[in-house]
Protein backbone atom coordinates (compact mmCIF):
# COMPACT_ATOMS: atom_id res chain seq x y z
CA UNK A 1 0.00 0.00 0.00
CA UNK A 2 1.41 3.38 -0.78
CA UNK A 3 2.44 6.14 1.72
CA UNK A 4 3.40 9.38 2.11
CA UNK A 5 1.27 10.48 -0.42
CA UNK A 6 -2.16 12.54 -0.95
CA UNK A 7 -5.19 10.84 -2.96
CA UNK A 8 -7.63 12.88 -4.60
CA UNK A 9 -11.12 11.64 -4.59
CA UNK A 10 -14.30 11.54 -2.41
CA UNK A 11 -12.91 10.08 1.29
CA UNK A 12 -15.26 7.55 1.99
CA UNK A 13 -14.80 5.94 -1.82
CA UNK A 14 -11.54 5.64 -1.72
CA UNK A 15 -11.50 4.33 1.84
CA UNK A 16 -13.63 1.63 0.53
CA UNK A 17 -10.93 0.71 -1.97
CA UNK A 18 -8.66 0.18 1.07
CA UNK A 19 -7.40 -2.90 2.01
CA UNK A 20 -8.52 -3.84 6.46
CA UNK A 21 -6.63 -3.17 8.83
CA UNK A 22 -4.27 -1.23 6.68
CA UNK A 23 -3.70 1.78 9.22
CA UNK A 24 -2.38 2.22 12.63
CA UNK A 25 -3.97 5.56 13.36
CA UNK A 26 -6.77 7.57 11.93
CA UNK A 27 -7.02 11.53 12.76
CA UNK A 28 -10.12 12.88 11.21
CA UNK A 29 -10.70 16.52 10.81
CA UNK A 30 -14.68 16.57 9.48
CA UNK A 31 -16.88 18.87 7.99
CA UNK A 32 -18.80 20.49 10.80
CA UNK A 33 -21.70 21.32 9.81
CA UNK A 34 -21.78 25.10 11.19
CA UNK A 35 -25.05 25.59 9.85
CA UNK A 36 -24.53 29.73 9.52
CA UNK A 37 -27.41 30.76 7.67
CA UNK A 38 -25.71 33.77 6.09
CA UNK A 39 -23.07 36.16 6.40
CA UNK A 40 -21.58 36.70 9.80
CA UNK A 41 -21.01 40.26 10.50
CA UNK A 42 -19.06 42.19 12.74
CA UNK A 43 -20.89 45.04 14.74
CA UNK A 44 -19.32 47.63 11.97
CA UNK A 45 -20.78 45.74 9.25
CA UNK A 46 -17.73 44.20 7.95
CA UNK A 47 -17.84 40.20 6.67
CA UNK A 48 -16.08 37.93 8.90
CA UNK A 49 -14.08 35.04 7.24
CA UNK A 50 -16.28 32.44 8.33
CA UNK A 51 -16.70 28.99 7.59
CA UNK A 52 -18.74 28.65 4.41
CA UNK A 53 -17.41 26.03 2.38
CA UNK A 54 -19.67 24.07 0.52
CA UNK A 55 -18.06 21.50 1.93
CA UNK A 56 -19.55 22.33 5.56
CA UNK A 57 -23.00 22.53 3.91
CA UNK A 58 -26.00 19.39 4.62
CA UNK A 59 -29.69 19.70 4.27
CA UNK A 60 -30.30 18.33 7.47
CA UNK A 61 -28.80 16.43 11.01
CA UNK A 62 -30.23 12.98 8.88
CA UNK A 63 -28.20 13.77 6.37
CA UNK A 64 -25.03 15.02 7.90
CA UNK A 65 -25.19 11.64 10.64
CA UNK A 66 -25.85 9.44 7.58
CA UNK A 67 -22.53 10.73 6.48
CA UNK A 68 -20.38 10.47 9.43
CA UNK A 69 -21.63 7.28 10.02
CA UNK A 70 -20.49 5.96 6.43
CA UNK A 71 -16.98 7.52 6.52
CA UNK A 72 -16.75 6.24 10.34
CA UNK A 73 -17.93 2.38 8.90
CA UNK A 74 -15.05 2.48 6.00
CA UNK A 75 -12.29 4.07 8.94
CA UNK A 76 -13.41 1.23 11.56
CA UNK A 77 -12.81 -1.47 8.90
CA UNK A 78 -9.34 0.18 7.73
CA UNK A 79 -7.71 0.40 11.29
CA UNK A 80 -5.58 -2.00 12.39
CA UNK A 81 -7.40 -3.81 15.62
CA UNK A 82 -4.62 -2.01 17.80
CA UNK A 83 -5.56 1.11 15.86
CA UNK A 84 -7.07 4.06 17.78
CA UNK A 85 -8.98 7.11 15.55
CA UNK A 86 -8.62 10.88 16.66
CA UNK A 87 -12.01 12.86 15.36
CA UNK A 88 -12.02 16.95 16.26
CA UNK A 89 -15.18 19.03 16.47
CA UNK A 90 -17.35 21.81 17.78
CA UNK A 91 -20.42 21.99 19.92
CA UNK A 92 -21.74 22.03 16.05
CA UNK A 93 -21.08 18.23 15.44
CA UNK A 94 -19.05 16.32 18.17
CA UNK A 95 -21.93 15.13 20.23
CA UNK A 96 -23.47 13.60 17.18
CA UNK A 97 -20.22 12.27 16.09
CA UNK A 98 -19.76 11.50 19.62
CA UNK A 99 -22.93 9.13 19.18
CA UNK A 100 -21.90 7.58 15.64
CA UNK A 101 -18.51 6.40 17.58
CA UNK A 102 -19.61 4.42 20.36
CA UNK A 103 -23.18 2.91 17.83
CA UNK A 104 -19.48 1.61 15.59
CA UNK A 105 -18.13 -0.22 18.63
CA UNK A 106 -15.23 1.83 19.06
CA UNK A 107 -13.98 2.66 22.75
CA UNK A 108 -13.50 6.10 23.93
CA UNK A 109 -10.79 6.75 26.01
CA UNK A 110 -10.35 10.61 26.10
CA UNK A 111 -11.80 13.83 25.34
CA UNK A 112 -9.26 16.07 24.97
CA UNK A 113 -10.51 19.71 25.07
CA UNK A 114 -8.36 22.25 22.69
CA UNK A 115 -8.62 25.29 24.46
CA UNK A 116 -7.56 28.63 21.99
CA UNK A 117 -5.49 31.08 23.66
CA UNK A 118 -6.27 33.41 20.76
CA UNK A 119 -9.99 32.49 19.79
CA UNK A 120 -12.49 34.57 17.72
CA UNK A 121 -14.36 36.53 20.02
CA UNK A 122 -18.31 36.65 20.06
CA UNK A 123 -18.58 40.11 18.44
CA UNK A 124 -21.97 40.67 18.91
CA UNK A 125 -21.77 39.69 22.73
CA UNK A 126 -25.22 37.30 22.30
CA UNK A 127 -23.24 34.83 23.48
CA UNK A 128 -19.75 32.80 25.25
CA UNK A 129 -16.38 33.10 23.14
CA UNK A 130 -16.31 29.81 21.78
CA UNK A 131 -12.70 29.55 22.79
CA UNK A 132 -12.75 25.52 22.60
CA UNK A 133 -12.73 22.24 20.42
CA UNK A 134 -13.15 18.65 21.29
CA UNK A 135 -10.98 15.96 20.27
CA UNK A 136 -12.09 12.13 20.90
CA UNK A 137 -9.49 9.71 20.97
CA UNK A 138 -11.23 6.15 20.90
CA UNK A 139 -9.58 2.67 20.35
CA UNK A 140 -11.35 0.30 17.49
CA UNK A 141 -12.72 -1.92 21.11
CA UNK A 142 -12.61 -1.96 24.48
CA UNK A 143 -9.89 -4.69 23.82
CA UNK A 144 -7.05 -3.14 21.85
CA UNK A 145 -3.71 -2.86 23.06
CA UNK A 146 -3.82 0.74 21.41
CA UNK A 147 -0.37 2.95 21.71
CA UNK A 148 -0.01 5.38 24.06
CA UNK A 149 3.44 6.87 24.47
CA UNK A 150 2.74 8.32 28.52
CA UNK A 151 6.85 8.92 29.26
CA UNK A 152 7.24 10.83 26.34
CA UNK A 153 4.34 13.06 26.73
CA UNK A 154 5.10 13.11 30.39
CA UNK A 155 8.15 14.27 29.78
CA UNK A 156 6.69 16.85 27.09
CA UNK A 157 5.15 18.11 29.56
CA UNK A 158 8.31 19.01 31.74
CA UNK A 159 7.64 15.64 34.24
CA UNK A 160 3.89 16.44 34.65
CA UNK A 161 1.22 13.91 33.82
CA UNK A 162 -0.09 15.32 30.71
CA UNK A 163 -3.89 16.55 31.32
CA UNK A 164 -6.87 16.34 28.55
CA UNK A 165 -6.98 20.50 28.48
CA UNK A 166 -4.52 21.57 25.84
CA UNK A 167 -3.91 25.20 25.81
CA UNK A 168 -2.66 26.20 22.30
CA UNK A 169 -3.11 28.80 19.89
CA UNK A 170 -5.11 28.96 16.76
CA UNK A 171 -3.03 28.68 13.51
CA UNK A 172 -1.38 32.35 12.91
CA UNK A 173 1.64 33.73 11.45
CA UNK A 174 3.56 31.85 8.80
CA UNK A 175 2.52 28.79 9.59
CA UNK A 176 -1.25 29.97 8.14
CA UNK A 177 -1.26 29.22 4.38
CA UNK A 178 -2.43 31.87 2.34
CA UNK A 179 -3.14 32.85 -1.57
CA UNK A 180 -1.00 35.37 -3.61
CA UNK A 181 -3.88 38.09 -2.58
CA UNK A 182 -3.39 37.14 0.92
CA UNK A 183 -6.35 35.43 1.96
CA UNK A 184 -6.21 31.94 3.82
CA UNK A 185 -6.41 28.61 1.56
CA UNK A 186 -8.52 26.97 4.32
CA UNK A 187 -11.00 28.23 6.45
CA UNK A 188 -10.05 26.05 9.11
CA UNK A 189 -6.15 24.71 9.10
CA UNK A 190 -5.70 23.34 12.12
CA UNK A 191 -2.16 24.58 14.07
CA UNK A 192 1.14 21.95 13.91
CA UNK A 193 1.17 21.92 17.78
CA UNK A 194 -1.97 20.22 18.15
CA UNK A 195 -0.76 17.53 15.41
CA UNK A 196 2.38 17.22 17.11
CA UNK A 197 0.37 16.28 20.13
CA UNK A 198 -1.48 13.86 18.83
CA UNK A 199 1.40 12.21 16.70
CA UNK A 200 3.57 11.74 19.59
CA UNK A 201 0.99 10.63 22.00
CA UNK A 202 -0.38 7.87 20.43
CA UNK A 203 1.85 6.44 17.74
CA UNK A 204 5.35 5.05 16.83
CA UNK A 205 8.47 5.97 14.20
CA UNK A 206 6.86 4.57 10.95
CA UNK A 207 3.13 3.96 11.51
CA UNK A 208 0.80 4.84 9.03
CA UNK A 209 -1.37 8.12 9.76
CA UNK A 210 -4.30 8.27 7.76
CA UNK A 211 -6.16 11.52 7.60
CA UNK A 212 -9.11 11.43 5.43
CA UNK A 213 -10.08 14.72 5.30
CA UNK A 214 -6.45 16.19 4.38
CA UNK A 215 -7.04 19.66 3.65
CA UNK A 216 -3.78 21.51 3.55
CA UNK A 217 -2.00 19.02 5.03
CA UNK A 218 -1.12 19.89 8.74
CA UNK A 219 -1.46 15.52 9.44
CA UNK A 220 1.27 14.57 7.05
CA UNK A 221 3.36 17.93 7.56
CA UNK A 222 3.75 16.26 11.35
CA UNK A 223 3.57 12.92 10.32
CA UNK A 224 6.84 13.65 8.17
CA UNK A 225 8.84 15.62 10.75
CA UNK A 226 7.84 13.13 13.40
CA UNK A 227 9.14 9.98 11.15
CA UNK A 228 5.98 8.53 10.79
CA UNK A 229 4.25 7.74 7.22
CA UNK A 230 1.13 9.49 5.93
CA UNK A 231 -1.99 9.03 3.41
CA UNK A 232 -4.23 11.70 3.09
CA UNK A 233 -7.22 11.73 0.81
CA UNK A 234 -8.62 15.31 -0.33
CA UNK A 235 -11.12 16.03 -3.48
CA UNK A 236 -10.32 19.69 -3.75
CA UNK A 237 -7.41 20.00 -5.64
CA UNK A 238 -6.16 23.68 -4.80
CA UNK A 239 -5.84 22.26 -1.27
CA UNK A 240 -3.97 19.55 -2.53
CA UNK A 241 -1.57 21.40 -4.57
CA UNK A 242 -0.76 24.03 -1.67
CA UNK A 243 -0.25 20.82 1.29
CA UNK A 244 2.16 19.06 -1.80
CA UNK A 245 3.96 21.83 -1.69
CA UNK A 246 3.95 22.35 2.00
CA UNK A 247 5.30 18.76 2.34
CA UNK A 248 7.99 18.91 -0.20
CA UNK A 249 9.38 21.86 1.79
CA UNK A 250 9.74 19.39 4.95
CA UNK A 251 13.46 17.87 4.91
CA UNK A 252 13.09 14.03 6.13
CA UNK A 253 15.15 13.29 9.37
CA UNK A 254 17.15 9.95 8.38
CA UNK A 255 17.99 9.13 12.13
CA UNK A 256 15.18 7.05 13.59
CA UNK A 257 16.49 6.67 16.89
CA UNK A 258 15.31 10.82 17.87
CA UNK A 259 11.96 9.41 17.39
CA UNK A 260 11.77 6.53 19.76
CA UNK A 261 9.35 6.93 22.38
CA UNK A 262 10.70 6.94 26.10
CA UNK A 263 10.36 3.26 27.29
CA UNK A 264 7.73 3.24 29.77
CA UNK A 265 8.24 1.22 33.25
CA UNK A 266 5.40 -1.25 31.95
CA UNK A 267 7.82 -2.29 29.21
CA UNK A 268 10.94 -2.17 31.44
CA UNK A 269 12.20 -5.96 33.01
CA UNK A 270 10.73 -6.28 35.96
CA UNK A 271 13.19 -6.72 39.03
CA UNK A 272 12.39 -8.24 42.37
CA UNK A 273 14.36 -7.29 45.06
CA UNK A 274 15.80 -11.11 45.48
CA UNK A 275 17.75 -10.20 42.23
CA UNK A 276 19.24 -6.47 44.10
CA UNK A 277 20.34 -9.35 46.72
CA UNK A 278 21.77 -12.00 44.19
CA UNK A 279 23.74 -9.90 42.28
CA UNK A 280 25.92 -8.51 45.41
CA UNK A 281 24.30 -4.72 45.16
CA UNK A 282 23.22 -6.26 48.55
CA UNK A 283 24.25 -8.59 51.14
CA UNK A 284 22.17 -10.57 53.49
CA UNK A 285 22.63 -8.48 56.81
CA UNK A 286 22.71 -4.99 55.74
CA UNK A 287 20.79 -2.54 57.74
CA UNK A 288 17.87 -0.45 55.98
CA UNK A 289 16.05 2.20 57.00
CA UNK A 290 13.46 4.86 56.23
CA UNK A 291 14.72 8.41 55.50
CA UNK A 292 14.19 9.87 58.63
CA UNK A 293 15.97 6.50 60.36
CA UNK A 294 12.54 5.89 62.26
CA UNK A 295 12.45 1.83 61.41
CA UNK A 296 15.83 0.00 60.71
CA UNK A 297 15.31 -4.00 59.51
CA UNK A 298 17.58 -6.10 58.66
CA UNK A 299 17.88 -8.05 55.19
CA UNK A 300 17.18 -11.35 54.60
CA UNK A 301 18.83 -13.60 52.67
CA UNK A 302 15.08 -14.79 51.05
CA UNK A 303 14.77 -11.42 49.75
CA UNK A 304 12.59 -10.11 52.92
CA UNK A 305 13.00 -7.89 55.69
CA UNK A 306 12.67 -8.38 59.31
CA UNK A 307 12.54 -5.98 62.35
CA UNK A 308 12.26 -7.93 65.63
CA UNK A 309 9.94 -10.35 65.00
CA UNK A 310 8.22 -9.21 62.01
CA UNK A 311 9.03 -10.00 58.28
CA UNK A 312 7.76 -9.32 55.56
CA UNK A 313 8.46 -8.22 51.70
CA UNK A 314 9.93 -4.46 51.49
CA UNK A 315 6.73 -3.28 50.64
CA UNK A 316 4.95 -5.01 52.92
CA UNK A 317 7.02 -4.66 55.75
CA UNK A 318 6.95 -0.65 54.91
CA UNK A 319 3.64 -0.36 55.10
CA UNK A 320 2.88 -2.97 58.25
CA UNK A 321 5.28 -0.50 60.55
CA UNK A 322 3.66 2.71 59.35
CA UNK A 323 0.16 1.23 59.70
CA UNK A 324 -0.88 1.61 56.10
CA UNK A 325 -2.50 -0.21 53.84
CA UNK A 326 0.74 -0.16 50.95
CA UNK A 327 3.87 1.26 50.68
CA UNK A 328 6.42 1.46 47.78
CA UNK A 329 9.11 -0.28 49.21
CA UNK A 330 11.64 0.81 46.95
CA UNK A 331 11.54 4.35 47.91
CA UNK A 332 10.94 4.00 51.36
CA UNK A 333 13.54 2.08 52.09
CA UNK A 334 17.13 3.68 51.90
CA UNK A 335 20.77 1.96 52.69
CA UNK A 336 23.67 4.00 54.22
CA UNK A 337 25.98 5.35 51.70
CA UNK A 338 28.86 7.20 53.62
CA UNK A 339 28.62 6.50 57.38
CA UNK A 340 30.73 9.45 58.36
CA UNK A 341 28.43 12.23 56.05
CA UNK A 342 24.91 9.96 56.76
CA UNK A 343 24.19 10.34 53.07
CA UNK A 344 21.46 7.40 52.30
CA UNK A 345 20.52 6.16 49.07
CA UNK A 346 17.43 4.66 48.26
CA UNK A 347 16.95 0.88 47.38
CA UNK A 348 15.30 2.12 44.28
CA UNK A 349 18.64 3.51 42.64
CA UNK A 350 19.96 0.14 43.37
CA UNK A 351 17.62 -1.33 41.76
CA UNK A 352 18.02 1.16 38.90
CA UNK A 353 21.87 0.33 38.90
CA UNK A 354 21.03 -3.71 38.15
CA UNK A 355 18.21 -2.41 35.25
CA UNK A 356 21.72 -0.65 33.77
CA UNK A 357 24.02 -3.73 34.07
CA UNK A 358 21.11 -6.07 32.52
CA UNK A 359 20.87 -3.79 29.54
CA UNK A 360 24.44 -3.56 29.10
CA UNK A 361 25.09 -6.94 29.32
Given at each position: ????C????????I???M?????????A?P????QL??DL?R?D??KV?A??D????????????????N????A????K??G?M????S?????R????I?N?????????????????P??????F???????????K??KS?Y?F??E??????DD??M???W?L?????A?RL?T???????T?????????????A?????D??????F???T??????????????I??D??Y?S??Q?R??A??????DT???????K?????????????????????KVF????R????????G???T??Q???IHQ??????????C???????L?????????I?LD?????????I??S
Open positions: MQTNILQGDSIEMKSPDECVDVIFDPYFMGGLPATDVDSWDKFDNFEAYDCFTHWMQERRILPNTWVIGYHNIFVGTQQLGFWILNDIVWVKTNPMNFHGTRTNAHETLIWCASDKTNYSMKRFNLQRSDHPICLGEKPDGKKVHTQKPESLLYRVILSTNPNVILDPFGTGTGAVAKKLGRKYIGERATIYAKLDITEITDIFEPANSKTEPRIPFGAVIEHGLLKPGQDSKRFCATVRADSLQGSQGSLGAKLQGLPSNGWTFWHPKDSKTGEMTSLRQELKDMHL
